[in-house]
């Protein structure tokens, strides 16, 4: 029979203490830690969404496998085993390892970045925007119209506006080094991208000469998604579409830290032999030797198991599901969410949720410390705290939208720990016309969320 109850594919064996916490203690520790979710300790959060990036529990066999980690410094076996996993996954040969994500990041806009490059994606995250920005280029953002519809439900909201591509590719010329397709669409909600998307936008790199490069960190959960959602794929394995996904790029970098199943790890891949060799040279300098680039061996093995395991289907079904599951119930609570639900976690439209706080005031970050505050649930913001700038006149330019991100971890939370955010969420939109917005008080120049001061806004 085909049961309506999709239940975890493992069982639990390990298991560490939640951090209960009272609303005057939690109150205290937002007004220390300046309204900024990032400075609130760990053992004081009840359930933490605030990422899914090396929160996931590991298996059986990737602790095993960590025993076998060989920790010599050039050479390693576990690198070779790392290497191979990579290679077989991407069908890219030239693999090299880093800590995570953003060193990939660091390392390729040093070399493809710079004065007067324009990088375009179907949606730059924190990290990649950052990295490029700090090179001297613009990163610049082409999604389709769609994606700007929260309440919209469409099936491949993270696509590339592949004619906007064509259009920049033809204006723009050589002073683009690359183009990026992230999968899934984190910033837009974590939207998955179709294969013919993927496929066309592959097409007009390659009409240009311009080399594709995939931000591949959430890949499964986006095979899944094209599995379930596109047509011509259903019959096909996740492994068989992920294959495809990367056949169509020259490059990628993920951080294993999400779809890897690990805690730390990472790496960047070509095809390119030449800019592998820039590569391995910037990354011994800033990294390690180009077995390790920053990683331990037994951190190399945890990797290379996590990216088979996570192509198993049974496991993909109750991801997918269990965020599935989330959506269900906010929506029955009266939270309006970007439609449909991505991979990694749903996210809240905190602009149609708070319609009484403008931009300049944060409700998104608004919203996500009175989660906090009334449940002991840790989020995070994707609005103008991350992505909002001041102009050359000091004029302000919030993001595009105002989310809340409940990004869950893997293999980490049950149903009920999911019941009760949905319960605690319940609440809060019922207290909604109630919660002030926040001014900001003080932030760095690049990826200031991570360490901005807010304080509650006058009311």
């Not at 076996?77 to 290679?87: G, N």
């Not at 030239?94 to 493809?112: D, T």
């Not at 931000?215 to 992920?242: H, M, T, V, Y």
């Amino acid at each position: 029979m085909a049961w309506k109850t999709i239940i975890e594919p493992f069982r639990i064996k390990s298991v560490e203490p939640l951090g209960f916490t009272t609303p005057a203690e939690r109150e205290r520790l937002l007004r220390e830690g300046g309204y900024n979710l990032f400075n609130i300790p760990a053992n004081k959060v009840l359930i933490d969404l605030l990422t899914d990036s090396g929160t996931s529990a590991m298996s059986a066999e990737q602790w095993a496998a960590m025993m076998r980690g060989d920790e010599s410094y050039a050479g390693a076996t576990s690198f070779y085993r790392f290497e191979k996993a990579v290679r077989e996954l991407t069908g890219l040969r030239e693999v090299i390892p880093v800590h995570q994500g953003r060193a990939a990041e660091r390392i390729l806009f040093q070399l493809l970045g710079g004065p007067g490059k324009v990088v375009l994606a179907n949606s730059h995250f924190d990290t990649t925007r950052a990295n490029v920005e700090v090179s001297g280029a613009e990163a610049r953002d082409l999604t389709i119209p769609e994606a700007s519809k929260a309440a919209v439900s469409y099936p491949f909201k993270g696509n590339m506006d592949t004619l906007a591509l064509e259009g920049c590719l033809k204006e723009l010329g050589s002073r683009v080094p690359l183009v990026i397709m992230t999968v899934t669409n984190n910033s837009v909600g974590g939207q998955p991208v179709s294969m013919a998307n993927l496929r066309e936008t592959s097409r007009i790199c390659r009409e240009y000469k311009v080399p594709l490069f995939l931000d591949c960190a959430r890949f499964a959960e986006n095979a899944w998604l094209i599995k379930r959602r596109e047509a011509g794929f259903a019959a096909l394995s996740p492994k068989e579409i992920s294959k495809e996904m990367f056949s169509y790029c020259q490059g990628a970098w993920m951080s294993s830290k999400k779809d890897a199943l690990v805690n730390m790890g990472g790496f960047l891949a070509f095809s390119d032999a030449v800019l592998a060799k820039k590569a391995r040279e910037v990354l011994i300098i800033g990294e390690g030797f180009t077995t390790y680039g920053g990683l331990s061996g037994r951190d190399l093995e945890a990797v290379a198991v996590g990216l088979t395991e996570v192509l198993d289907e049974e496991y993909l079904a109750y991801r997918i599901r269990s965020i599935e599951y989330l959506a269900e119930g906010l929506r029955k609570a009266g939270v309006p969410i970007v439609e449909p639900p991505g991979g990694h976690g749903v996210y809240v439209d905190a602009r149609a949720f708070l319609p009484h706080i403008p931009p300049e005031k944060y409700p998104a970050q608004a919203l996500a410390c009175h989660l906090y505050l009334l449940g002991g649930i840790r989020t995070v913001e994707i609005g103008s705290l991350m992505f909002g700038k001041k102009g050359p006149d000091g004029t302000f330019k919030p993001a595009r939208a105002e989310l809340v991100r409940l990004a869950v971890p893997r293999r980490v939370y049950t149903q009920s720990h999911i019941d009760y955010v949905i319960e605690v969420f319940g609440e809060l939109a019922r207290r909604g016309p109630d919660i002030r917005g926040l001014t900001l008080i003080e932030a760095s120049e690049h990826l200031s969320h991570f360490t901005a001061k807010l304080a509650p806004a006058a009311a």
